[in-house]
């Protein structure tokens, strides 16, 4: 429900950093979304096309990695990853934890960018007589 | 043409948090507890506020409210009636708050609450109501100290297991409407136990704010909360 405001704040911060390279194309935008992130990833595909449709990000890809979520156990000082959201118990000793050390993540890990070659610079006088 | 890969390894969210973790700094600065209440949609979440307000208010407690809904200022005329100073915020269709809207509010609090000097300082908690929503207020950051996840006993034991996310990330849970837990056939320690799973050792409360059941506890833990130094470092 809320992944029109995700895509929103993708944009602006895809935008934002894109700027510092003038010219270049975003080709695709990787993002890593933690299993406990809350965002349906169909529904922030279809509102990431909606989003970017009038922007310069315009046909940008959108590569979603998912984050499991891995807890650490005080009992057996282990950390592991939960097969399912709905138990925090350590897989291996059984014990509750609420030590969650991943799987909230919602970030942008990098932009793929398309740069235009760099001409090459025109050889001054004094480089032609070397 | 030429590739290039940036890294960003940037939150999606940054500028809420960024702007959340500016308003914890000033809560703080101000000694006030703010809390972030969520629940779904028909919990009794204004219900408990109201009595909540009533009751800290009749304390000697100063107390506010912000409260989210995507229209009408109905919740916040009825918290007003507690005699706490209450905001309302519209959100026009959006289905969380977020920071900056909190921080758009709280913009001349000092007048509302008749409180001289720094900004907040008047006050002693400050309740956010969110907008009645189990998924999307989980990202957002309200610059809060305590979340707290409502669950009344009409809508199902289950409730925590379907919205992992949000449960997970609370500091705090309260069901409510335990008056009409009976008839509604609530299975209380199946509850408690689909609570513990999702968020281990979190602290629960059972609360009707019809009958005041359980509001001792719950308003001797706030202002157990709100005297605890650690809260009040930056």
Redesign the interface.
Known sequence: ??EL??AS??V??VIE??AA?PG?RV?EVR?RLGA????VEDSLRFCWELTIADTSLAGALLAIKTVPVVVHCPACGKNSQLES?????CPLCGE???D?LEG?E????????????QAEPDLTPDQVKE | MTTRIVELRRGILKKNDELAAGLRLRFNAAGVLVLNLVSSPGTGKTAFLERTLRELLARGFRAAALVGDLETDNDARRLAASGAPVRQINTHGICHLDAEMISKHLAGWDTVTGANGAELAGLDFLFIENVGNLVCPSSYDLGEKIRVALLSVTEGEDKPLKYPTLFNSADAAVITKIDIAEPCDFDRTLALKNINEIRPGIKIFETSAKTGAGMEEWLAWLAAERAAPERLKS
Do not use: G, N, W
């Open positions: 429900m809320h405001s995700i704040s993708i602006e911060a950093s894109a390279y270049a080709k993002l406990l992130s809350a965002v959201v709905q138990s925090f118990r509750l934890t609420a969650l909230r919602l970030e942008i890990e990098s932009i793929e960018l398309e740069e235009p070659d």
